[in-house]
């Protein structure tokens, strides 16, 4: 468990960094929290040439909330989220979600935007981001590029990133006071990544859901966004019936995989009664 | 002041809580050279070669050896209970001819430093001929080394033992009544990996082993054997250790290699095993299928118990020989009558990691099958479970009870017991019946809330003997020597509570050297619930024959007799007042002739047997299959608690292990026998969040007769019976008799019980 040998930079500027990234491109990794890349190193799993340490760079250590949402800069570590980061709604559900991640030590290193960057499709950011329709900025000497979530994932541990861009800033879109949340994990233990999560977002008015957003995560090789369910919630009050059949309906949808901690079956009932919870929560 | 039976602080504590531990990664030697063990990659297969020129290439890298390099050592042999048949079944510290598990040592590296050595590891080539792995030890007996040793099958023995007149049992009964359970493989994990440092020196030419545990003189004699060495040349020194369990400590391939390389290479060899290597090099253990029939009457008496099960031994069988199949059969009939019995335990090997004792070995998975088998009984009879347990008890009258059959060598003689009484104390801790109708109303609502409880009866003291040397020196400290070893559970605290008690002297004055070769000429070690009975008896031989010592010395210098003295707070003072000495004084006047000393021999022939029952409340929800551990409590008698504070925290920390194997911990292999769970990631510990406080009733009721303390053993009470009680919490939550059959209780296997599938 030594990892193989590495060298280390450690750029004093964001240039500096993306022009390390920029000459060694697919030799070298972005060292943030490093709370999932230094283990896969260690196991040598993953063998970079060279870590790109972006610690130094308190450039990109920033969240803050503007009319078109919330900011989350590359260095914002999970811990961040304990306390609610902007009023209102997603404040709230960040604040929660991420309670569910690791453990209390690992939060104080692992960065959101490293979770998405490693792409694993249990990981409670990767879900939110999906959910609710993230932007990801990514940077390089060539500008910065605007990716949807929808076209960042491309399956488990991998990304639409470039091997010169760096994941600068995640951009989630801003949540009204209209909205309310659910989310809703199982894990075999405290802090393990999800057999099965899933979160659930609904702008309701007189007793009417207007606008809803739905996602599942550890079922697929990235996290989904059920969005024909979120059509089947629009127009109509989040009843128990309603929701019930919403969660039969994911039911349906998903096509989970089996590995030692969980068989297909299990995991299609769990995703099942995780669409039920998340969705009571948020109607409640 | 009295020291025995007091909550005293660990004496041990004090470099562990600053930080100056000697565990094994803190020992170095000037010049020391890191070994890394290459492993094999496959699962079963016949070795065509082992390349390893590219890494010997490799600057920093200083040997790499193969088998045809130690060409000339002996297979490690068995520490306990070794037979015969088993001989051709031993592994060689490197492999030969044949790669039988992930993870077999097949090469050594010695580099400069620990990085060198994992990059040379990775450049060495195994060439082998993949075979289909045996991964079924139920399955029928497939060849060991095909062309190596013709014939030789993977069933190395069967155990039979039996008593009574089965089949008169069986014509008798009222009902037949069988199950069929399995308890998954998982091991003890200590915190700290094992690791080894090996120094020659070349003065004395002797070799110093650094980081052993558990067996330090058994193992110094057997690594003695293997290298061909003169007696005096090999001594071992136990530092802190981070845990054993039973795993940690065995003699393993790693030890003899970095010994054998501290002698080659003239330079300190350094090992330090990583996690991922422990979970596939260390011993196993667990992993065993029974099934039971029972012959009952109508009041759920056993008139009769046939038993078949199969331990799944992994590769090779390793230094416990027999142990684990041997305890099996030998407890399972438990705290129950039983009158007639025959069982048959299948010693079967598989492509898996080899496997060992761990913490209550052949207990934990031989109370969950009887245990299983008792709450099959009261349902299949409409009986309640806890009336079923009340027929079957042995009766205090009945004690000392020979149950007419041997274990590790010694006959099973409960030596006394109140199994009875035990659990009226349970059932009136837990207000049973009170209990059971809140839950039961708690199921009315909706709820899936269970009770389960579970009986055992634990085996401790194991011989033969124990040396215990005490002396004291001019400044009236004391220091107790044992061959006995530490494990971290409180052994020099519990000795030192012991001879403060006998010999009245202030428990801080004392200090205790255990694990030390070159200190004391023999010892047994740290295993089977034995230290505190073993050496806590030997104790207290060696301080009364120190006390006799000093009084009579004392006598003479007074010029008054030894009955008129008494050792009082470190003094001899006389009984009626008057004239006084400290201990020290008579030490300095002994000095000439010895000094002041007491030895002490404790020999056993039988073990004691302490017993308990486990107790767990849990609640389901079926909708995610997630088990939450309401309450736990474990009810123990220890015969005599020397310290009880230590002892609950032994019952508190095996519970947690218990709750590990019962829930989360299995090491999961693929059809090829690639291990699925070789890390933390996959390989579930329980934490804090997934244990709940563990309620403990430590009782003394049935002190042991066979020591001088009335002592028994308290290391493996908190683990016994985990997964029994767990199992009968869940089938009551669910209201579903007899659905748990099989350990871990995963959410997928709970999944499959909901559904109605088979796990």
């Given at each position: 468990?030594?990892?193989?040998?590495?060298?280390?930079?450690?750029?004093?500027?964001?240039?500096?960094?993306?022009?390390?990234?920029?000459?060694?491109?697919?030799?070298?990794?972005?060292?943030?929290?490093?709370?999932?890349?230094?283990?896969?190193?260690?196991?040598?799993?993953?063998?970079?040439?060279?870590?790109?340490?972006?610690?130094?760079?308190?450039?990109?250590?920033?969240?803050?909330?503007?009319?078109?949402?919330?900011?989350?800069?590359?260095?914002?570590?999970?811990?961040?989220?304990?306390?609610?980061?902007?009023?209102?709604?997603?404040?709230?559900?960040?604040?929660?979600?991420?309670?569910?991640?690791?453990?209390?030590?690992?939060?104080?290193?692992?960065?959101?935007?490293?979770?998405?960057?490693?792409?694993?499709?249990?990981?409670?950011?990767?879900?939110?981001?999906?959910?609710?329709?993230?932007?990801?900025?990514?940077?390089?000497?060539?500008?910065?590029?605007?990716?949807?979530?929808?076209?960042?994932?491309?399956?488990?541990?991998?990304?639409?990133?470039?091997?010169?861009?760096?994941?600068?800033?995640?951009?989630?879109?801003?949540?009204?006071?209209?909205?309310?949340?659910?989310?809703?994990?199982?894990?075999?233990?405290?802090?393990?990544?999800?057999?099965?999560?899933?979160?659930?977002?609904?702008?309701?008015?007189?007793?009417?859901?207007?606008?809803?957003?739905?996602?599942?995560?550890?079922?697929?090789?990235?996290?989904?966004?059920?969005?024909?369910?979120?059509?089947?919630?629009?127009?109509?009050?989040?009843?128990?019936?309603?929701?019930?059949?919403?969660?039969?309906?994911?039911?349906?949808?998903?096509?989970?995989?089996?590995?030692?901690?969980?068989?297909?079956?299990?995991?299609?009932?769990?995703?099942?009664?995780?669409?039920?919870?998340?969705?009571?929560?948020?109607?409640? | 002041?009295?020291?025995?039976?007091?909550s005293l602080r660990r004496i041990e504590d004090?470099?562990l809580?600053?930080?100056?531990?000697?565990?094994?990664?803190?020992?170095?030697?000037?010049?020391?050279?890191?070994?890394?063990?290459?492993?094999?990659?496959?699962?079963?297969?016949?070795?065509?070669?082992?390349?390893?020129?590219?890494?010997?290439?490799?600057?920093?890298?200083?040997?790499?050896?193969?088998?045809?390099?130690?060409?000339?050592?002996?297979?490690?042999?068995?520490?306990?209970?070794?037979?015969?048949?088993?001989?051709?079944?031993?592994?060689?510290?490197?492999?030969?001819?044949?790669?039988?598990?992930?993870?077999?040592?097949?090469?050594?590296?010695?580099?400069?430093?620990?990085?060198?050595?994992?990059?040379?590891?990775?450049?060495?080539?195994?060439?082998?001929?993949?075979?289909?792995?045996?991964?079924?030890?139920?399955?029928?007996?497939?060849?060991?080394?095909?062309?190596?040793?013709?014939?030789?099958?993977?069933?190395?023995?069967?155990?039979?033992?039996?008593?009574?007149?089965?089949?008169?049992?069986?014509?008798?009964?009222?009902?037949?009544?069988?199950?069929?359970?399995?308890?998954?493989?998982?091991?003890?994990?200590?915190?700290?990996?094992?690791?080894?440092?090996?120094?020659?020196?070349?003065?004395?030419?002797?070799?110093?082993?650094?980081?052993?545990?558990?067996?330090?003189?058994?193992?110094?004699?057997?690594?003695?054997?293997?290298?061909?060495?003169?007696?005096?040349?090999?001594?071992?020194?136990?530092?802190?250790?981070?845990?054993?369990?039973?795993?940690?400590?065995?003699?393993?391939?790693?030890?003899?290699?970095?010994?054998?390389?501290?002698?080659?290479?003239?330079?300190?060899?350094?090992?330090?095993?990583?996690?991922?290597?422990?979970?596939?090099?260390?011993?196993?253990?667990?992993?065993?299928?029974?099934?039971?029939?029972?012959?009952?009457?109508?009041?759920?008496?056993?008139?009769?118990?046939?038993?078949?099960?199969?331990?799944?031994?992994?590769?090779?069988?390793?230094?416990?020989?027999?142990?684990?199949?041997?305890?099996?059969?030998?407890?399972?009939?438990?705290?129950?009558?039983?009158?007639?019995?025959?069982?048959?335990?299948?010693?079967?090997?598989?492509?898996?990691?080899?496997?060992?004792?761990?913490?209550?070995?052949?207990?934990?998975?031989?109370?969950?099958?009887?245990?299983?088998?008792?709450?099959?009984?009261?349902?299949?009879?409409?009986?309640?479970?806890?009336?079923?347990?009340?027929?079957?008890?042995?009766?205090?009258?009945?004690?000392?009870?020979?149950?007419?059959?041997?274990?590790?060598?010694?006959?099973?003689?409960?030596?006394?017991?109140?199994?009875?009484?035990?659990?009226?104390?349970?059932?009136?801790?837990?207000?049973?019946?009170?209990?059971?109708?809140?839950?039961?109303?708690?199921?009315?609502?909706?709820?899936?809330?269970?009770?389960?409880?579970?009986?055992?009866?634990?085996?401790?003291?194991?011989?033969?003997?124990?040396?215990?040397?005490?002396?004291?020196?001019?400044?009236?400290?004391?220091?107790?020597?044992?061959?006995v070893?530490s494990v971290g559970q409180g052994v020099e605290t519990v000795l030192a509570q012991i001879?403060?008690?006998?010999?009245?002297?202030?428990?801080?004055?004392?200090?205790v050297?255990h694990?030390?070769?070159?200190?004391?000429?023999?010892?047994?070690?740290a295993?089977?619930?034995?230290v505190t009975?073993?050496a806590g008896?030997?104790?207290?031989?060696?301080?009364?024959?120190?006390?006799?010592?000093?009084?009579?010395?004392?006598?003479?210098?007074?010029?008054?007799?030894?009955?008129?003295?008494?050792?009082?707070?470190?003094?001899?003072?006389?009984?009626?007042?008057?004239?006084?000495?400290?201990?020290?004084?008579?030490?300095?006047?002994?000095?000439?002739?010895?000094?002041?000393?007491?030895?002490?021999?404790?020999?056993?022939?039988?073990?004691?047997?302490?017993?308990?029952?486990?107790?767990?409340?849990?609640?389901?929800?079926?909708?995610?299959?997630?088990?939450?551990?309401?309450?736990?409590?474990?009810?123990?008698?220890?015969?005599?608690a020397i310290n009880p504070m230590l002892i609950e925290g032994q019952?508190?920390g095996?519970?947690?292990?218990?709750?590990?194997?019962?829930?989360?911990?299995?090491?999961?292999?693929?059809?090829?026998?690639?291990?699925?769970?070789?890390?933390?990631?996959?390989?579930?510990?329980?934490?804090?969040?997934?244990?709940?406080?563990?309620?403990?009733?430590?009782?003394?009721?049935?002190?042991?007769?066979?020591?001088?303390?009335?002592?028994?053993?308290a290391g493996?009470?908190?683990?016994?019976?985990?997964?029994?009680?767990?199992?009968?919490?869940?089938?009551?939550?669910?209201?579903?008799?007899?659905?748990?059959?099989?350990?871990?209780?995963?959410?997928?296997?709970?999944?499959?019980?909901?559904?109605?599938?088979?796990?």
């Amino acid at each position: 468990m030594k990892p193989s040998a590495f060298d280390y930079f450690r750029p004093a500027s964001l240039s500096e960094a993306l022009a390390l990234l920029a000459k060694y491109k697919d030799d070298c990794k972005i060292l943030a929290g490093g709370q999932s890349l230094v283990p896969a190193m260690n196991f040598r799993l993953a063998r970079p040439a060279i870590l790109i340490d972006i610690n130094d760079l308190g450039e990109l250590d920033y969240i803050f909330a503007d009319d078109n949402g919330l900011h989350i800069g590359a260095l914002t570590r999970h811990a961040a989220f304990h306390r609610r980061v902007v009023d209102g709604p997603l404040g709230a559900l960040l604040s929660k979600v991420a309670r569910h991640i690791a453990h209390y030590p690992i939060r104080q290193r692992g960065t959101f935007a490293g979770s998405l960057a490693h792409a694993d499709p249990a990981s409670e950011w990767c879900l939110v981001a999906t959910a609710l329709n993230a932007a990801i900025v990514a940077k390089s000497i060539r500008g910065d590029r605007r990716i949807s979530v929808g076209d960042f994932f491309n399956g488990t541990f991998a990304t639409d990133l470039a091997a010169d861009e760096l994941l600068a800033e995640i951009h989630l879109p801003a949540m009204g006071p209209g909205w309310r949340t659910g989310f809703f994990e199982f894990s075999r233990r405290a802090g393990d990544f999800a057999l099965g999560m899933a979160l659930a977002a609904l702008r309701i008015e007189d007793g009417i859901v207007r606008e809803a957003r739905l996602g599942v995560g550890g079922v697929a090789d990235r996290a989904i966004r059920l969005e024909s369910l979120e059509d089947g919630l629009v127009g109509h009050a989040a009843s128990p019936e309603l929701i019930d059949s919403i969660a039969r309906e994911a039911w349906a949808l998903v096509t989970p995989v089996g590995d030692i901690h969980a068989s297909p079956e299990y995991r299609r009932d769990l995703i099942a009664t995780a669409v039920r919870r998340a969705l009571t929560e948020a109607a409640a | 002041m009295s020291h025995i039976g007091r909550s005293l602080r660990r004496i041990e504590d004090r470099p562990l809580l600053r930080g100056a531990g000697a565990f094994a990664a803190d020992c170095n030697a000037r010049d020391q050279l890191h070994m890394r063990v290459v492993r094999s990659p496959v699962a079963f297969g016949r070795i065509l070669g082992i390349e390893t020129a590219e890494a010997c290439a490799l600057d920093g890298v200083v040997a790499i050896w193969t088998i045809a390099d130690v060409a000339e050592l002996p297979p490690i042999d068995f520490r306990q209970m070794g037979l015969e048949a088993l001989a051709a079944y031993r592994q060689f510290v490197l492999a030969r001819d044949y790669v039988r598990y992930v993870g077999e040592p097949v090469a050594v590296v010695f580099a400069v430093d620990p990085y060198v050595a994992e990059d040379a590891a990775d450049l060495v080539y195994c060439d082998i001929d993949e075979q289909a792995a045996q991964l079924d030890a139920t399955a029928p007996p497939v060849a060991f080394k095909p062309d190596i040793y013709p014939g030789l099958l993977s069933e190395p023995a069967v155990l039979r033992r039996a008593y009574g007149d089965i089949d008169a049992a069986f014509a008798a009964a009222e009902k037949i009544v069988a199950v069929e359970v399995k308890v998954g493989r998982h091991t003890g994990v200590p915190l700290e990996t094992r690791g080894a440092l090996g120094v020659y020196d070349a003065d004395k030419d002797v070799v110093t082993l650094y980081g052993v545990a558990k067996v330090p003189h058994y193992n110094r004699d057997a690594i003695t054997r293997m290298l061909g060495l003169g007696p005096g040349r090999l001594q071992l020194s136990e530092g802190h250790v981070g845990g054993g369990f039973g795993i940690r400590g065995e003699l393993y391939p790693e030890d003899v290699l970095v010994c054998a390389a501290a002698l080659r290479l003239h330079r300190p060899v350094k090992w330090i095993e990583d996690r991922k290597e422990h979970l596939l090099a260390a011993n196993h253990s667990r992993d065993q299928v029974y099934r039971l029939r029972a012959a009952v009457d109508k009041r759920g008496f056993i008139l009769g118990l046939k038993a078949e099960f199969f331990t799944d031994q992994g590769a090779y069988v390793r230094t416990h020989g027999t142990t684990v199949t041997d305890l099996s059969a030998a407890m399972l009939p438990g705290p129950y009558v039983i009158p007639a019995y025959c069982v048959e335990g299948h010693i079967r090997l598989t492509n898996k990691t080899p496997a060992g004792t761990y913490r209550a070995p052949g207990r934990y998975e031989s109370t969950f099958a009887r245990e299983r088998l008792i709450d099959k009984i009261a349902s299949d009879l409409g009986l309640s479970p806890v009336e079923v347990r009340r027929a079957n008890f042995i009766a205090a009258e009945a004690m000392p009870f020979d149950r007419g059959i041997q274990t590790l060598g010694t006959g099973v003689v409960y030596d006394s017991g109140k199994y009875g009484d035990l659990l009226e104390r349970v059932l009136d801790r837990l207000d049973y019946d009170q209990l059971q109708q809140e839950l039961a109303a708690r199921r009315d609502r909706g709820e899936h809330v269970g009770l389960g409880v579970a009986c055992f009866v634990e085996k401790s003291g194991l011989g033969p003997q124990d040396l215990v040397r005490i002396r004291v020196d001019g400044r009236g400290t004391i220091e107790i020597v044992t061959g006995v070893a530490s494990v971290g559970q409180g052994v020099e605290t519990v000795l030192a509570q012991i001879c403060a008690e006998t010999i009245d002297v202030p428990i801080e004055r004392i200090s205790v050297v255990h694990g030390q070769t070159d200190r004391i000429e023999i010892g047994f070690g740290a295993f089977a619930s034995r230290v505190t009975v073993m050496a806590g008896s030997a104790v207290k031989i060696a301080s009364e024959a120190l006390r006799d010592r000093a009084l009579a010395t004392a006598a003479k210098l007074l010029q008054t007799t030894p009955d008129t003295l008494r050792l009082s707070n470190g003094t001899v003072e006389a009984i009626d007042g008057g004239a006084s000495l400290p201990l020290g004084d008579v030490a300095l006047h002994l000095e000439e002739s010895g000094g002041l000393t007491g030895e002490g021999r404790f020999v056993a022939g039988h073990m004691t047997y302490p017993y308990g029952i486990h107790a767990a409340q849990v609640k389901v929800d079926p909708s995610t299959c997630g088990i939450t551990i309401e309450r736990y409590l474990v009810g123990y008698d220890v015969g005599r608690a020397i310290n009880p504070m230590l002892i609950e925290g032994q019952i508190v920390g095996a519970a947690a292990q218990g709750i590990g194997g019962a829930l989360l911990e299995e090491f999961v292999y693929d059809e090829n026998g690639q291990p699925l769970a070789a890390s933390f990631a996959d390989y579930l510990m329980p934490t804090c969040h997934e244990v709940p406080e563990i309620e403990v009733l430590l009782r003394e009721d049935a002190p042991s007769p066979l020591n001088p303390l009335g002592v028994k053993g308290a290391g493996e009470a908190g683990i016994n019976a985990v997964g029994a009680a767990l199992a009968a919490a869940i089938d009551a939550a669910l209201q579903k008799p007899g659905v748990v059959t099989q350990l871990p209780i995963t959410p997928a296997r709970l999944h499959a019980i909901l559904r109605g599938r088979r796990p």
